[in-house]
């Protein structure tokens, strides 16, 4: 790691030595916050499934649009699954397992299996030996440097901002989440829920388009889903793949480091913290995913300690991100592949 880096790093651990203790009260769930949560956001979610469909044998583009602004409800609603999974949303573990179910019914997302992924994400984030679960893929230079041409095109391709965010999160969401590649030892039970819970939501989704209509349910759900998973995609990309993000072999992490140099603070207008359920507030939910979304403000707002060291980006200044590759080791950030090849001209220069 860099001198300059380092120097960071020790002053970033020096100030939030206590960090533990600062979190503590911010992690208690409170009922009738997650209660007025599930309100606000299954109610305007629900009002615009209904308005959706009803809309479809006038204006299909009038119902995409409405499908955008429905995505970021579905992204609330998931935002409480994901807490559920975290067993933060509410007091009651089983009472968190049957709420996160339900919202899997919406999001289309299985619960339990996505949950234990999740998990050992947070577990992970930021070494280098975990990078491809739960997280998006990329290589480091030095990787991308021994790739022949095929591989160095297929990773160019794959991480081509059209792929990257438009195909992928439909093959996630349709592939990735139905068919699991990943079997730790004892993943058994996980599995067997991943796939009974696949089986029920289609067999929902079967049930509603016989009801109201399969050229209709595919058209307003289809449409919330995808715009849904595009949003998704580009938060979690944004908050772990920023320029300066933290990854370091399993031997040189520090758990601290990661969360708060790993992850991004989102700094994005109050509504659409709303609509995200706080969950630009990534680098306070690594360091603990016991904190609540709807305490993730709160906790900020009243330390702004720990706010110091993370990195802060607005939605225009996370746009550039997109040109994020490649992991420079030496350099200890992310590089474009501009930044890449520029450095491999200069270096066959010099030699």
Known sequence: MAKSNQLGVDDLQQSLKHWKSIIAEYQQANTWRAIGQLFTSFGP???????????VQYSVWLTLALGLVNAFFLVRIFIIQHDCGHYSFLAKRKVNDAVGFVCSFFSSIPYTYWARVH??????????????????????????????RWGKLKYRVFRSPLVLFLVVPVIYFSVILRISKIN??????????????????????????????????LIVQGSIVFFFSIIAFW??????????TYMQWSKNWDYLTAAIKGATFYKLPRFMHFLTGNIGYHHLHHLS????????????????????????????????????????????????????????????AAS
């Open 184 to 217: 730790f030892p004892g993943w058994s039970p996980v599995i067997r829920k991943q796939n009974i819970n696949n089986l029920l939501i289609l067999l929902t989704y079967a049930g509603i388009g016989y009801l109201v209509g399969w050229r209709a349910f």
């Open 119 to 148: 998990s050992f994400h947070h577990g992970h984030t930021g070494q280098l030996e975990h990078r491809d679960i739960g997280d998006i893929n990329f290589v480091t230079a030095e990787e991308f440097r021994n790739f022949g």
């Open 45 to 55: 979610f629900l009002a615009l499934w209904v308005l959706m469909y009803f809309t």
């Open 235 to 244: 938060f979690f990309y944004v908050q772990h793949q920023h320029d300066h």
């Open 289 to 348: 995913s016991r904190i609540p979304n709807y305490n993730l403000r709160r906790c900020a707002r009243e330390n702004p300690v720990l706010q110091v060291h993370v990195t802060q980006l607005t939605f225009l200044k996370s746009l550039p991100l997109m040109f994020n590759k490649l992991w420079d080791e030496e350099k200890q950030r992310m590089i474009s592949f501009r930044e890449f090849y520029r450095h491999e001209a200069m270096s066959s």
